[in-house]
């Protein structure tokens, strides 16, 4: 749906400065502007986010950052749907499934929400909100949902909007950008300062790798300039496990998985350190919540599995093995690791198959 404008792909045309963007596109195009405020950077906005998960079930970790977008008298946005038309449903391709459009102001005149196709206005009230779903049951965008923002005829329109994707998200922390999408409505998203400085540095650590100690160097300055930066927290934490200082590590996970608990690596890379240091329950409840968040994570299941018979929780092992074969049935190690297990509980039958297929696969491997 978005179209990204920016120097290095797009034409001469569009890389102007924040004035000059403004000046040309408001003179074409309906321009609006939005105040981006990623997830722990303001209580208000957790807070907002914690009752719509307490409310509707809308979970925080599949949100993108909160948006107070402003439009003027006379500033509207063209009919559109905030899910992407040419994207095809799949497990993977985590399109916007549901939109919150909290109203700020009260507007006497204009600046109403209108769906195009269902014949709906929604006149702004101040503390009253929107919210509705933008994909249809199979997955694929709602063109039902098309819907314009009218231009208040006189006084300011202030909203908050957040999108709510349909798993889990991690939103990269952006420079100031304007965007434009295929109604020819185009808005410009402003980033607080400390973020855009504090992403700078972390986007430096990001080029000084692989020297992880100057990397890590970068990604400790913009945790002082802005302490809940979520890649500088994750991206911090990943040196320090690296460099094998596994304390101070977790403690950066720790504070990442505050902000965003369904976090894959963060989890993961924590259970490995907590393996590590002999505190198996707690990396076994980090894998857990990793298997919850992806059950289809070969390494997670057979690191579980691992865990669950050094515990000896056999069946739950047995289990975790099966689950991984579902996923990966060439995977020889798993496959030896299950008919270790199942001769235990005295399963011959099934710790012969498993064996025969591990020999099969090993066979193949080296022909």
């Known amino acids: 749906m978005w179209i990204l404008i920016q120097c290095y792909q797009c034409s001469i045309w569009w890389c102007l400065t924040s004035r000059q963007v403004h000046e040309r ?43 107070l977008i402003k439009y003027k008298a006379g500033e509207k946005y063209y009919p559109h749907v905030d899910c992407s038309l040419n994207l095809e449903p799949s497990p993977t391709s985590n399109d916007r499934l549901a939109t919150v459009i909290i109203y700020l102001s009260d507007v006497k005149q204009g600046g109403e929400t209108t769906f195009t196709s269902l014949d709906v206005s929604v006149k702004p009230k101040r503390g009253s909100a929107i919210i509705f779903r933008n994909l249809a049951a199979n ?11 009218e231009p208040p005829l006189t006084g300011v329109k202030y909203i908050y909007q957040r999108w709510y994707h349909e798993s889990i998200l991690l939103p990269s922390y952006m420079e100031n950008i304007v965007l434009c999408d295929d109604s020819h409505s185009c808005r410009e998203y402003i980033h607080a300062k400390a973020t855009r400085e504090a992403t700078d540095l972390v986007r430096q650590g990001e080029r000084a790798r692989p020297n992880i100690k100057k990397a890590l160097e970068f990604y400790k300055r913009a945790l002082k300039i802005q302490p809940n930066h979520a ?39 924590s259970a490995s350190i907590w393996q ?64 270790d297990l199942l001769s235990e509980l005295g399963d011959r039958k099934g710790a012969t198959e498993h064996r025969k297929v591990a020999q099969e696969l090993k066979t193949r491997t080296r022909e």
């Open 25 to 67: 596109l408001s003179a074409a195009y309906p321009y609006s502007t939005a105040s981006v405020i990623p997830r722990g950077e303001h209580e208000v906005v957790d807070a907002i986010g914690q009752k719509l998960h307490d409310m509707l079930g809308l979970p925080k970790d599949n949100a993108y950052h909160s948006m």
């Open 139 to 149: 997955g694929s965008c709602d063109r039902s949902m098309m819907h314009r923002g």
């Open 231 to 269: 890649q500088a927290l994750l991206y911090a934490a990943d040196c320090l496990a690296q460099l094998k200082q596994s304390r101070e590590a977790l403690g950066f996970f720790e504070k990442h998985l505050k902000l965003h608990p369904k976090s894959i690596d963060a989890n993961f890379v």
């Open 276 to 339: 590590d240091m002999n505190k198996k329950a707690k990396a076994i409840e980090l894998l857990q919540r990793v298997i919850a968040v992806s059950p289809r994570d070969t390494d997670a299941l057979y690191n579980i599995a691992t865990l669950y018979a050094d515990e000896g929780h056999v069946k739950k092992s047995v289990s975790a093995l099966k689950a991984l074969l579902q996923v990966d049935p060439k995977d020889h190690g798993a496959h030896t690791f299950i008919a």
